[in-house]
């Protein structure tokens, strides 16, 4: 191992992260391992070598320092040469029993589940015999909503194409009148057990039911319009609450509005991320309103009321007399509904006072009056 690059060996880059070395590892550990078929007990044991050094991240660094001489290089030690069997009965007395995850006596972190599980069948088992790979997908898409509509909320057709339950067989993907049966192989369990020797004792394995895929049953007739799946893929028509006070993109969250799952599994979800239009008078601002109003010079000097457009329609805005361009206006509860909770937010009027840019003489001469 002194004379192998241990990056080349487990097939990754120098600037690889942990997480990268890790999965690299555990790839190559299932490929080599001595019990399983094709395994090589040598590049196993070459595997493991490289990855007790370059899994530790102190071992990694003095690797990287100094390489092919990491061995002579004192302090943490070099990467042994423990063999496959040391291995396993090394780390079947750390974190907890056979196969516990946890640290060997060098300290590098292992998940003998993932690698033993897949090798010998036990590990992670599904429940009822079906596997979450049936079930239905997740469907994701965007609405295109007006602004009025965001702001007090509306209902709006979305047209899908999508995995629906089978309208022949209903979902159980037998067709009409076919017989549907208990599996004789797992006698309904959807899986079936056997006990396998290895190096390191008898295991009772269990994997999915080759007959029934884990179903449990057996039809005499799969669906003629589904192939037995319990699904076919149609449009479905379906109206969507836009709830009021919703922000452009955001997400409504529709369970069990996704595709259908295989032979009666859950179906997905529905998300749709709303995109809002923008309005040509008004701007939003969290759940506030925000519009702009010309006065003139004499109304702002003097004082006057205005009419200004809300989202509930016109209401009168009072301007005190010497009001200076830019200055705001609060208009309480006008704004957008919160989502949430009770309320409204505000309507924010800022008015601009706009300067004359042509004058008559009259008007040019009671100007000079007033600046003198």
Avoid at 93 to 106: L, V
Wanted: hydrophobic residues 30%.
């Amino acid at each position: 191992m002194t004379n192998q690059d241990l990056y080349s060996v487990l097939g990754v880059d120098k600037n690889a992260t942990q997480d990268e070395i890790k999965k690299a590892y555990r790839k190559l550990a299932h490929k080599y391992h001595p019990d399983k078929q094709g395994g090589d007990e040598n590049k196993f044991k070459e595997v493991n070598s490289a990855y007790q050094v370059l899994g530790n991240e102190q071992k990694r660094k003095q690797y990287d320092q100094f390489g092919s001489s990491f061995n002579q290089a004192g302090g943490a030690g070099g990467p042994g040469g423990m063999n496959w069997e040391d291995f396993a009965r090394a780390q079947g007395t750390a974190g907890g029993g056979p196969f516990g995850g946890g640290f060997n006596q060098q300290n590098v972190e292992f998940d003998m589940g993932d690698i033993f599980g897949d090798l010998f069948g036990f590990g992670r088992r599904s429940s009822g015999g079906r596997s979450r790979s049936t079930q239905g997908n997740d469907i994701q898409t965007e609405m295109q909503v007006e602004f009025r509509d965001a702001v007090f909320g509306a209902e709006k057709l979305v047209d899908l194409y999508k995995y629906k339950i089978c309208s022949k067989c209903g979902g159980d993907g037998a067709e009409p009148g076919s017989k549907i049966e208990t599996c004789k192989t797992c006698q309904g369990r959807g899986q079936v057990e056997r006990v396998q020797q290895t190096i390191l004792g008898a295991f009772r394995t269990a994997s999915v039911c080759p007959d029934c895929g884990g179903e449990g049953k057996t039809i005499g007739k799969k669906c003629t319009k589904c192939g037995g799946e319990g699904r076919a893929k149609e449009s479905e028509k379906m109206k969507i609450k836009i709830p009021a006070g919703i922000s452009d993109g955001e997400t409504i969250r529709l369970a069990g509005k996704g595709e259908a799952g295989q032979k009666g599994t859950m179906p997905g979800d529905l998300f749709i991320t709303i995109k809002v239009t923008p309005d040509p008078n008004f701007k939003r601002e969290d759940d506030n309103i925000i519009s702009e109003e010309d006065i003139s010079f004499s109304q702002a000097a003097l004082g006057d009321k205005i009419k200004v457009q809300t989202l509930d329609g016109k209401v009168m805005l009072k301007i005190p007399a010497g009001t200076q361009s830019g200055k705001v206006f609060k208009l309480s509860g006008k704004g957008v509904p919160h989502l949430r909770t009770r309320g409204r937010g505000d309507h924010l009027v800022t008015v601009n006072v706009v300067t004359p840019t042509k004058l008559t003489r009259q008007q040019k001469k009671l100007f000079e009056e007033l600046a003198n």
